[in-house]
Each structure stands twice: as C-alpha cells, then as structure tokens.
C-alpha cells in the first residue's frame, strides 16, 4: 500500500495534473483554465502540496451549477471547485481509493441489469420478489461524524483534516458576494461533483452494503447504484420496508427512503423502472420509454440539421463547406450517436449503456424510426443512408465483440496528426493554419470531454 507521501508529492501532482486535467475546461469561481493555472501556479506546487499534508490547506468556496432534471422537480446542486481545488481533490481521490479499495465501485450500470436478470432467469420457477428504493437527498443527508470516524480508523489526522475541509466548503452561486466569515455548512452533507463525492459514499455505505450482499440472506439480491436500491428474493415479506429501515437505523445511516419511490412487486406482475431500465418479467429487460424517447430526438435532430446544412451552406459548422465533408461529418456523426463510443476503455453512448436489455423487439422498433422514418426522405441520397448503421447489428457487437466493429475507439488516437485530423473532420480548426503540438492536444482533449458529456445526456440521467 502506497503511502501519504507518496501520493502528496510534486511529481505525483504534476502526473495527476498531466493525465487528467491539463486537456479540460475550468469552470470554478477562479475562472482559470488549467493551462492558464498552471502557467501562474505551478511553481507554488510544493507550498500546498506540503499544506496538504500538514492538514492546513484551505479550499476556495466551490461554484454552484444546478441541472435541471425534469419538470416539477427541484435542480441537483453540483459544487464545481477551482483548478487547484480540482488538482488536491482528485490526488486525494487517488489516496482514499487505495486506503479504502473495497469502497471502489468498479461495476458500470448496466451490469447491475445484467446480474438482475441473470438472478431472475435463474429462480423463475417460482415466485420472486422486488423491493426497489432510494435514498432521499442521499448527499445532502449523509451525517459527516460518522463518516468521520469510518475514514479515521484508516487515515492519519492531517488527512482526516484535508477531507473535512473539502465536504464543510461551502458552495455559492456564481455572482454571490463570499461573506468575509463564511457560514458553516453543518454536520450533514458531502457536496455533488467532486472528484472525492463517490468514494466518500461508497465508504460511508460500506458495512450496510456488505450486510445486505453477503450476510442478510443466503438468497437475496442487492444492489445499490448511489442513491437507488434494488433488492430481488423470492421470500420478501409484505413488512420488509420496516425491516429495512430497522437494519438503517442499526447501521446508523441516518438516512430516509423516498416514499413515492419505494415500493415492493412480484416480478411479471408490474414493470420495474430501475436506472433507465424496466424489468418486465424474469425473461424481459426493456428500456424506460423517457430514455428511448430522448435517444429518437437525438438523432431526429441530427438528420434534420444534416438536411439543411446540406442545401443550405450558411448552415454549415466552422471549416467544413465541400458538400463531400459535410456529407462525411454527418454520417460519423449520426453513426456515433446510434453506436456510442469508446474512451479510456469506457463505452459512451445510448446502445452502450442499454445493452444489457433483453427486449429484442425494441431494438428492431428503433432501427425501424430511424431508417424509415427519418432518414426515408427524397434529400437523402441512397448511398447516405446504406452507410448508416443498424441498431441491433450494433447491438450483437456490443454483446459479443465489445462494439470493436462499430465504435469509435479514441484510446487509439495519440499523435498529434490523428488528434489534428479529427479536428479538422469534427470542423474544430481550419485545416489551412498551423496549430502548435500543446494547442491541438488541448483542443482535442477538451471537445472529447464534449463529447462525452452529449452522450452521457443522450441515455438520460435516471439517478
């Protein structure tokens, strides 16, 4: 196990820095981008480095974002933090995942689908239950001495005083004032978005998650993925909501169950809406209705614009004007948005998250949309539209070959003139001036964090 010193260095900063941060955005009250911070900061690198370890670094009151998600329901309050900020937290990211590696959660959602569904083929022959919750402003509700004396049974106290720190910032809006004394946070909480947020939970939801895996019941299926619980048994009682809450009071979460979203079914008897997926019976996996939905607009929005970009050249994104570019920028585009993408051996996109449906039908009904309705049109050449993949060719790959046939690997870009002829097909730079090596990387590496994010939105955030 690596040590304190270790991870609170100069040069693990400076690697974490490079990796990670040096090709994004900014976004924090400071306003830097982190070329520019580290341009004016890097060479304080070992005074707070060193502050760290010492327990008295002090962080920058973080900047609120909300997002919006959905109508009649109140924004999730994200806390962006500055550039240094956003350095200490991830390196402190790094050290409390190898204090506490069994906190780290290594399953993407749709293997939690997966092993449901594997759990439900196995035990149809009789009658299975599903008691499905979630945790009410689990965050936001999440009672920091207790959290505290978890971490502290592991970590020293300057370290112990590093995290405290990060969760008791306080978060403000944009163009609020910072009042000279700043209020105390309270005892509950741990702010949204930072690089610390998951691993802070997992551990705080450590010993409850491994009663209800391991020890609760030979038979019982958990998963918790954040906020949202899933449990499957084929021996439920009708009571098991007080026996749950029982076993949180035991465990001391402090916690509370969202009423209007707990609820307990005979799996066939209703559908089971959880995390984007609906279990319709122990054979049949399919997709919430909201998230097909936003994926169809998607791409209705993408032939749309690609119709009048092609008639009209005004339309058309930056540096791209040839009818021939214009052509291939919306091909790949589309294809993208139908197949999803590959990135730091992590696949983005609608088809990637939802692969583990088992509703076969589906994906013939979506194939269906797309090709005969949006794309059945005289201003689309015949040629464009063979060129346009199919969803469930792109789901069997998916299943069987981990995509490989039709996702974008970006792991295998990593010189300069692959990153710089993206840029020029993507519409990025003019393909007629010269870019510095650092520029084009920079630029590269920030529209695929872009990218990333639209495909993050294309699934729809459920949790």
């Known amino acids: 196990m690596r040590t304190v010193d270790e ?25 830097l981008s982190p070329i520019a911070f580290w341009s004016k900061y890097g060479d304080e690198l070992p005074i707070f480095v060193q502050r760290c370890k010492e327990g008295t670094y002090r962080f920058s009151p973080y900047k609120e974002k909300l997002v919006l998600k959905g109508r009649g329901k109140p924004p999730r309050v994200l806390s962006v933090p500055s550039i240094r900020d956003r350095l200490v937290l991830g390196v402190l990211n790094d050290y409390l995942q190898e204090m506490f590696p069994e906190a780290v959660n290594h399953q993407v959602p749709n293997s939690y689908i997966s092993d449901a569904s594997s759990f439900l083929v196995e035990h149809f022959y009789k009658p299975v ?8 402003h ?5 009672n920091r001495k207790r959290l505290m004396s978890i971490l502290e049974k592991r970590l020293d106290k300057n370290m112990l005083l590093l995290v405290e720190q990060a969760i008791a910032t306080p ?14 946070t309270g005892n509950k909480g741990v702010p949204q978005g930072l690089a610390i947020s998951n691993i802070l939970a997992g551990i705080y939801m450590l010993d409850f998650d491994e009663y209800f895996s391991s020890d609760y019941s030979p038979v019982l ?13 084929p021996y439920l009682s009708p009571l098991f909501k007080d026996e749950f809450e029982s076993e949180m009071d035991k465990f001391q979460l402090d916690l509370r169950l969202s009423s209007n979203k707990t609820s307990l079914v005979e799996v066939g008897k209703s559908d089971i809406d959880y995390i984007g997926y609906l279990i319709r019976d122990y054979h049949k996996i399919s997709v919430r209705q909201k998230n097909m939905q936003s994926y169809l607009n998607r791409i209705a929005r993408l032939v749309t614009l690609y119709k009048a970009q092609k008639e009209n050249r005004s339309l058309r994104p930056p540096f791209i004007s040839e009818n021939d570019k214009i052509e291939t920028y919306y091909k790949d585009s589309i294809n993208e948005l139908i197949a999803g993408f590959k990135s730091n051996n992590h696949l983005y996109g609608w088809l990637p998250y939802f692969q583990s449906l088992t509703d076969i039908a589906l994906l013939y009904t979506l194939d269906s ?12 050449s015949d040629e ?14 998916l299943k069987h070959h981990s995509g490989s046939s039709y996702l974008e690997d970006y ?6 003139d692959s990153m710089r002829r993206l840029l020029i097909k993507w519409g990025r730079i003019n393909e007629n001036l010269h870019y510095q090596d650092d520029d084009i990387r920079t630029m590269y590496y920030i529209y695929l964090e872009t990218k990333k994010k639209f495909a993050q939105r294309t699934v729809g955030q459920t949790y």
């Open 411 to 416: 792991d295998n870009i990593t010189s300069v």
């Open 129 to 136: 239950y599903c008691f499905k919750t979630d945790f009410q």
């Open 369 to 380: 949309v797309i090709h005969r309705k949006f794309l059945n049109d005289d201003r689309i």
């Open 384 to 397: 464009f539209r063979k060129e346009i993949f199919h969803v469930p060719d792109v789901y069997w790959d």
């Open 7 to 31: 991870f609170f260095s100069p040069s693990y900063f400076t690697t974490y820095f490079n990796k990670h941060l040096k090709g994004k955005k900014g976004g924090g009250r400071d306003g």
């Open 221 to 233: 299926f958990y998963r918790r993925y954040v906020d949202d619980i899933l449990i499957l048994d």
């Open 171 to 184: 978060t403000v809006a944009c163009k609020e004032q910072i009042p000279t004394q700043l209020k105390e």
């Open 138 to 142: 689990f965050y936001d509700e999440i």
